[in-house]
């Protein structure tokens, strides 16, 4: 029982270092952006934009080793169905360069074989003598990449139609920023929204 209780005391640590050194960005309130909450709001007649830069903390735990993401709610506020296409958001960063959303197959792709190499690699160094503790790893390994393929297939933005009245959330993931960027935007069917580090902005609130 101590076992366990050091090695989820371990695991809660790691994933504080992790989230300390990811860059958070901030959203900045202007005329047609609210903040509420630590999300941007967009409203219009027709839908409702919220976004936030938020970490992704379940597996696969590296994921924010590639990507900047951000968690995204659309609603649809009019009578008519509404289709939204992984081009209706981009991010820009500080120098106006565009990074476009990347999709959950190429995800997936990049992340398993990684898993499957390790499996591999395991195989030869024990001679593919199959042992009762191999076989616990390999089933460990699959059962997290298992895991990690449902969360992203649960939590991730799902582009396609919102029915009227009916909304989407989720995480949308984009290449990962250079945490030398001070500043970025989120641009949604032309609407800018702009994000400031979460450190920079703190400054700024104490210089006022």
Do not use: C
């Given at each position: 029982?101590?076992?366990?209780?050091?090695?989820?005391?371990l695991l809660i640590v790691l994933m504080l270092i992790i989230v300390s050194c990811t860059v958070k960005y901030m959203?900045?309130?202007?005329?047609?952006?609210?903040?509420?909450?630590?999300?941007?709001?967009?409203?219009?007649?027709?839908?409702?934009?919220a976004v936030e830069n938020k970490y992704w903390i379940k597996e696969p735990q590296d994921l924010t080793d590639y990507?900047?993401?951000?968690?995204?709610?659309?609603?649809?506020?009019?009578?008519?169905?509404?289709?939204?296409?992984?081009?209706?958001?981009?991010?820009?960063?500080?120098?106006?360069?565009?990074?476009?959303?990347?999709?959950?197959?190429?995800?997936?792709?990049?992340?398993?074989?990684?898993?499957?190499?390790?499996?591999?690699?395991?195989?030869?160094?024990?001679?593919?003598?199959?042992?009762?503790?191999?076989?616990?790893?390999?089933?460990?390994?699959?059962?997290?990449?298992?895991?990690?393929?449902?969360?992203?297939?649960?939590?991730?933005?799902?582009?396609?139609?919102?029915?009227?009245?009916?909304?989407?959330?989720?995480?949308?993931?984009?290449?990962?920023?250079?945490?030398?960027n001070n500043s970025c935007q989120i641009i949604f069917h032309n609407n800018k929204i702009n994000f400031i580090r979460?450190?920079?902005?703190?400054?700024?609130?104490?210089?006022?």
């Open positions: 029982m101590m076992i366990k209780t050091r090695l989820l005391l959203p900045v309130e202007s005329q047609d952006v609210k903040v509420t909450d630590g999300f941007a709001i967009v409203k219009t007649k027709a839908w409702t934009f990507f900047t993401t951000f968690y995204v709610s659309i609603n649809n506020r009019h009578k008519k169905e509404m289709e939204i296409e992984p081009s209706d958001i981009s991010l820009l960063d500080e120098e106006g360069n565009q990074f476009d959303v990347v999709m959950l197959d190429y995800i997936e792709q990049m992340l398993l074989p990684k898993q499957l190499d390790y499996l591999v690699i395991t195989n030869l160094e024990e001679d593919l003598i199959e042992t009762q503790e191999i076989f616990e790893d390999h089933r460990r390994i699959l059962n997290e990449w298992r895991e990690a393929k449902k969360n992203l297939i649960t939590y991730s933005f799902h582009f396609g139609k919102i029915l009227p009245g009916a909304k989407k959330s989720g995480f949308i993931f984009f290449p990962k920023l250079d945490s030398k979460g450190d920079m902005k703190k400054k700024e609130e104490k210089k006022e």
